[in-house]
């Protein structure tokens, strides 16, 4: 291998970061000056999308899981991300951490007492509403949701960027710099800014809808814990500081702003599902849980593919097809920052750790707060499917939370950790953004503070743009458009690692780990560590 590590510093790279920032800017206030018109173009554009690419998505999803599954068990699997002796720089803890609150953020706190509400009210598969069958089934689809699909998606860029940046010693956070294994020289020139802009899009569309989906919530929650009218006013003080608060993180960095964080994040998350759990109805939540694992292992292959293209519910497009847009729009931010906090690792570790852990989390929170609203509902001690067709998610959510014993108490814990979820998202999103606009930048630099700060705000702007246009649906609208052209990047990326680690690693069979050393001459072996 003749590639040399480069001596350039690090600098702002106006090729992608001026078009990136002013287009984005200039789609927020467009947004927010033509809301109509800005919604009609949006849905017709889903329309389309769903429409005649829905199949694509769900296929992507399940090759994704293949693929990943594959390299896990192969010799590469045990190929450590890093110079031989390199030890990881986080703790495990703190690296499962900060992976699950980048991927999740407050999406899952939004989700994970309303969506089974959905489900039970509009079953999938013909399932009669409101049935016990539709029960066990809305239990279960938010935990296939958002387990191993989403968080293979993730994995898919993070590995070939992380052995660019710790194996191969190379400068790469930018998606451009890490297709360079098919792409060649191409991926330097003009085709790599346009691949960096197209994702500098993705990530904002998708970070977007984070933020616009959580916004309502906490401004809802904030209204009913200082007895406040939740008005378009109160929505932008709990912007600003929500900008000030993951901008301030981002702001000082990995190690003092996002990892502290990340780890206040879990915590809170851990002790919340543990009060649920015990206060709630432990023993039904318990035997749902252990239903829906069965329930989903035994139709995985079918809600996988499942289409419904005779009845045409609209089910798999409105949820299935959305999720799988919104994982993919994600995947370049969440690929970028796992990879940058993954030296020292093995990828068979990161494989296992997003298929896993990340899987572990998300399905513990649905299973144990959706186990909770559906016997509220079940057994009508709250009406969540009226709250939800009048009043929307923030006062579902609200009355769901104010139940729990301690309410008042619970409003503003579970507020707090609504706020720590999206900010630990945000800033992971903001500091990856501005790497992408950084040229020369290696795996153990930061990118400039005034990059980080501008890029929490081009969030904050684009948020207030797509609630402007039509809210939810116009948020969830705007993420499978943003989706789409990052299939080619995708699988542009395996196939650059795969060409990699053929050409690094050859054909060793050892079941052992191996890190490339490379020589004083600048010539590199392979070494068993």
Sequence with gaps: MTDTPSASQPSLDKKVFLPAFILIIFVGILLVLKPEQAEL??????????GYLGWLYLLVGVAVIAVLVWLACSRFGRVVLGAPGEVPDFSTPSWIAMMFTAGIGIGITNWAFVEPIYYYQSPPLGIDPRSPQAAEWAHMYGQFHWSFVPWAI???PALPIAYLMYVRKQP???ISTASAGVLGSKSSGWLGVGIDVVVILAIIGGAGTSLGLGLPLVSAFIARCFSLADTPML????????TAVFGTSVYLGLEKGIRILADLNGVFAILFLAFVLIAGPTVFILNMSTNSIGLMLDN???ISFWMDPVVKSGFPEDWTVFYW???IAYAPMVGLFVARISKGRTIREVIVAQLIWGSLGCMSFFAIAGGYSLHMEMNGILDLSALLDESGIPAAAVAVVSSLPGGTVMLFIFTLLCIIFLATTLDSAAYVLASMSTRNLGGEEQPARWNRFAWAFALAVTAVGLIAAGGLKTVQTSTVIAALPLLPILVILQLSLLKWLRKDFGKILRPANYALERRPDGKTEVREV
């Excluded at 173009?41 to 769903?50: E, I, N, Q």
């Excluded at 929505?235 to 929500?242: D, P, Q, S």
């Design 41 to 50: 173009l949006l849905g017709d554009a889903l329309k389309a999308v769903t």
């Design 154 to 156: 993730y994995a898919l």
């Design 172 to 174: 790469c956070c930018k």
């Design 235 to 242: 929505h932008f003080g709990v912007l600003g500081i929500w």
């Design 300 to 302: 995985l292959f079918r």
């Design 325 to 327: 847009g919104w994982w």
